[in-house]
């Protein structure tokens, strides 16, 4: 009967233990894994202090009232996602850390502008990480994307103008929140969203893949800077004769007819420009170096068909409609959103912003615009933006 007794006794300890170790760590339950976008490399890029990244200001032309807070641990991470064609590959990124934060924290996910040089990108280069280190500065726990084709990508190229990408963005996102559990740092609900030109684009283009899809999570609130969303060119709109950046305006045709496999590039680029665009887009050419292969006369590099018939010419319907099937101006929108536009932007027009704006309203979504009356194209006249951007999203916390 003492047998018994001390063997009932031993039996009643294994559980109490086994139910108390349970309840005492419920991280390990929480922490479940992403089903898309699951981290399968992640690297330490070290920390950069709070002295270091306000001592960037100068060069970055950041205003004196912007102050960072917090030193920044920064992780560089490779996920899995999908190409245009559901194809699993790998995309990378940065996540950017505040240090010193024992509450809950907001995710911020920072889309860039057009890069094309594979390496120039943050998951390498984490200072080019500006949104997401910014971001991090002051509190948020920032992601900042390369994009499929640059960085760590095993896609050959990027794939820019497509809807695609808010899916590789998304899937960042949910792969993040599932490392940032497993590294005992706790999220709040709040996922926040800021791109600037490209990045504004690729911001809205999470918007489209999340209402068509949705996730366990929503975008609470966006800021987009400088963004184009509505890709069809009008019977009125005409290029330039000058170009100021040639290898941006190949860029887009080249990609979309590569990715779509028209093959009317042909019809698009003369030679000898023509039989240059593999080697120059091979991602290991910045675009100024590109810009120096190319020439800035429009009737130079473009055929006469694709500057003057575009709108006639049967040849051009497959481009046309690649080009409107990826455009964005009627997306449903999550959350709110803030958009920012410069009205002396040479590169993306201000009606960009515009246009968008009234969609958005129209549609019943909670819209502001602001135009700045100074700025051209470059993250140095917007970088203001960026720290008005940060000051908005406050109220959302």
């Known amino acids: ?73 920064v992780y560089s991470v490779d996920y ?13 990124g940065a996540v950017y ?36 280190l910014f971001g991090a500065s002051v509190g948020y726990v920032g992601i900042q994307p390369d994009y499929l084709g640059l960085g760590n990508s ?25 490392f940032s559990c497993e590294n005992d740092i706790e999220l709040n609900d709040n996922l926040f969203v800021m791109g600037y030109s490209n990045g504004g684009y690729n911001s809205i283009a999470m918007h489209d893949e999340l209402s068509k899809n949705p996730r366990s999570f929503d975008i609470d609130a966006s800021v987009v800077i400088a963004g184009y969303f509505d890709l069809e060119r009008d019977n009125s709109f005409s290029i330039p004769q000058r170009l100021e950046r040639p290898s941006w305006a190949i860029y887009h ?6 990715t779509y496999n028209l093959n009317i590039i042909d019809k698009i680029i003369r030679e000898p420009y023509l039989s240059k665009l593999d080697d120059l887009f091979d991602g290991e050419k910045e675009a100024l170096v590109i810009d120096n292969s ?14 003057n018939e575009f ?13 409107k099937e990826n455009s964005l101006l009627e997306t449903k929108l999550s959350g709110d959103i803030l958009l ?9 027009p201000y009606s960009q912003s515009e246009k968008f704006y009234t969609s958005a309203i129209s549609s019943g979504a909670n819209a502001e615009i602001v135009l700045l009356e100074k700025g051209k194209h470059n993250i140095q006249d917007y970088v203001g933006a960026v720290v008005d951007a940060l000051d908005w999203l406050k109220k959302y916390e």
Do not use: W
């Open 97 to 132: 850390y505040p240090k010193g934060l024992d509450e809950p924290l907001s995710l911020l996910s920072g889309q860039h502008g057009l890069t094309i040089k594979r390496s120039d990108v943050a998951s390498l280069i984490p200072i080019y990480g500006y949104l997401g």
């Open 154 to 178: 095993t896609f050959p190229y990027y794939p820019v103008y497509q809807k695609s990408n808010g899916k590789v963005l998304l899937d960042m996102v949910e792969g993040v929140q599932a």
């Open 80 to 92: 899995e996602t999908t190409d245009p064609n559901g194809k699993t590959v790998i995309a990378s």
């Open 311 to 323: 709108s006639t010419l049967s040849v051009f319907d497959s481009y046309k409609n690649a080009v």
């Open 294 to 307: 190319l020439t800035t006369y429009t009737d130079q590099l473009f055929t006469s068909e694709y500057l």
């Open 340 to 348: 920012i536009h410069s009205k002396e932007d040479e590169i993306v």
């Open 1 to 73: 009967m003492k047998i018994q007794r001390f063997k009932l006794t031993q039996l009643f300890l294994v559980i109490f233990l086994t139910l108390f170790v349970a309840c005492d760590d419920p991280a390990e339950e929480a922490c479940k894994e992403a089903e898309q976008g699951k981290i399968v490399n992640y690297t330490s890029k070290g920390i950069l202090s709070v002295d270091y990244i306000n001592s960037l200001k100068p060069s970055l032309g950041l205003p004196e009232s912007f102050s960072a807070q917090y030193d920044v641990k």
């Open 253 to 258: 045709p080249y990609v979309i007819n590569r």
